[in-house]
């Protein structure tokens, strides 16, 4: 067996052309969507990752403006410099690129930003709307999160009644995503570094999903090939140099399906940051 290889290209194309008419519209009425990233230092790592959202955005036709900071910068300066992109009618998205500096890790960084323009969609009043059972894809939520449940049903892998394994409890992706996999009624296990029998676990998954950040963690031998498991990889790992999951290349012998690194859930991730930035934009219009 190999497994179905799930690239996210044709469905970042499909939302790309949704959203390049959406944000036409918008602009017919005056109103350029525009997104702000506050970026802390110049961590190689932001700066590409920041490089991917800019050419998305731009892709699309909205604005993108980039705030670098000194790594120095105090608490009073950037908390600032985030009230001023919140009362700014033409801003509509802000971002917080993570990670900030030392100092400004004790911050509330989730609930800086109006949940409004929280494009990242880590604000309390946002995530709130997963963990009471939203399954409106076109709120303001977690971007992986939505982006893993857009790709599973663009190449029609049934949720429901599934049993879903989420390795890695992070407050960015395996919280909110095994939530809305709850809300679209799979069977739920979050495991993490601690969890005993995580084989056991893995080799019971229809849906198999790693964000741990840990590279090629994830072995054949975690896979039972009778279960037909949908493999989704989230790693962001570099291996000589190169990007790299926390899935081994072998899985792709005994899984059905599997979301590849490079070319899946990192691309997706970024195209829902802009269908979130699009969908902040109409709703502060309408507002």
């Known amino acids: ?68 900071l000194h790594l120095d910068i105090s608490h009073t300066e950037f908390l600032d410099l985030i009230k001023k992109l919140n009362l700014d009618p033409k801003v509509h998205g802000i971002i917080i690129q993570l990670p900030v500096s030392e100092q400004l890790k004790k911050l509330n960084l989730s609930n800086l930003v109006l949940p409004s323009k929280d494009i990242d969609g880590f604000h309390g009043l946002n995530t709130q709307n997963i963990y009471t059972g939203s399954t409106d894809l076109k709120l303001l939520m977690p971007c992986t999160p939505k982006g893993i449940i857009n790709l599973l049903k663009f190449y029609n892998i049934p949720i429901e009644g599934k049993h879903a394994v ?57 896979i039972n090939p009778a279960r037909l498991t949908t493999v989704v ?12 999951g926390d899935v081994d290349p072998e899985v792709a012998k005994v899984a059905s399906a599997l979301s590849p690194v490079p070319g899946g859930v990192g691309p997706i991730t970024v195209i829902s940051l802009i269908e979130n930035l699009i969908t902040a934009t109409e709703n502060q219009f309408k507002g």
Request: hydrophobic residues 40%; contains cysteine; positive net charge.
């Open 233 to 244: 990889d989230v790693g962001m790992n570099t291996l000589n140099n190169k990007l790299t």
């Open 166 to 222: 989420v390795i890695g409890r992070s407050l960015i992706v395996g919280k909110p995503l095994s939530m809305l996999l709850s809300n679209f009624n799979a069977t739920v296990t979050l495991a993490h570094s601690l969890s005993k029998n995580l084989v056991e676990l893995t080799q019971s998954a229809d849906i198999l999903i790693s964000a741990v950040g840990k590279t090629h963690y994830i072995k054949a031998s975690h």
């Open 1 to 68: 067996m190999t497994a179905k290889m799930l690239s996210a290209s044709p469905l970042v194309e499909k939302i790309k052309n949704d959203l390049k008419s959406r944000c036409e519209m918008i602009k017919k009425s005056g109103t350029t969507p525009s997104m702000s990233v506050v970026l802390v230092g110049d961590n190689p790592a932001s700066l590409s990752y920041i490089k991917n959202k800019k050419k998305m955005c731009e892709e699309v036709g909205a604005q993108f403006n980039l705030l670098q």
